[in-house]
């Protein structure tokens, strides 16, 4: 064999592995052009565009589509106005914007107007959900199956879906708020290699939320303070209150030297995927109070 590299054939890999996280793998190979779409934020398709930019519906004759009703993706909805909308895999709803994604986890942030409606879409994974608007969110919640009814979140609010455990969500969600929605979605894919029999036990943590594949704890840390601890899980880390200088520290103490320092600017709704660590020391070198969820991947 001539054993030339092919450069491009690994940046097309790429794409498709990306593709397969955006949950289109079993699409044709034309729907990686979704890839761009969901990174840019523009879309290729003028009908897609619209529904994003200008929330028009995307509901339709039956006529109009090949598909049957139903509840998976590509099915049909048909709405109380007989008009149908088809169902969209969760990672293609225009406002569901792909963060991060691995074998663990895939996280999506969910941002759009007050006033607008998500297309329909369908939640197939046990998912995490972390709400991030000061002054909490009010929403219509359309569940396929049920009559529309108002929700509403408080800011930090976490919640816990069952959609592969229980059944699948097929839903819409209008924004009802004066800000606009900002949620984070973390799927919960699979257990990592390495995981953890007790929980946390760790100054400025609090265990706030419990379930059989994750718990959450939530770490506050007022400006000045700092604390010691040794993450020996997998984890997820959401910033619900940003400050502009964390201090993180490994293998820096007794003044034995040989460890390492840095500081980093973290925002609300900032997301990390964690490997395991023996031991860290964290300092809010920041002039505001800073908060963050630790999600233990179990």
Known sequence: SVQ???PLASAALQQFISGQCLGIGAQDDSQVVKVYETTTGISVGKEKQAASNANIKHNKDENDFEGKEGDEVGDLWKMEDGTYEEILEVAAEPFHKLTLCNEYTRVLKVNFE?????????HAEDSLYFFLVENGLNVINHVKGSSPACD???FGEVRYGTHKTNKPLVHKITNKSDSS??????EVLKPPPIVSVLPLMAEHHELVKTRDKVRVYKLVLETGSSVNVAYTFYYLKIVLKGSSGIKYEMGCGNGAGGGISWEESEETGDVQ???PSAGIRITNLGSTRYEAYICEWR
């Open 152 to 154: 509403c979140m408080t």
């Open 181 to 186: 929605m900002f949620c984070i979605d973390a």
């Open 4 to 6: 030339s590299p092919i």
């Open 114 to 122: 007050p006033g607008l409606t998500t297309l329909a879409h369908r």
């Open 273 to 275: 995927w964690k490997d």
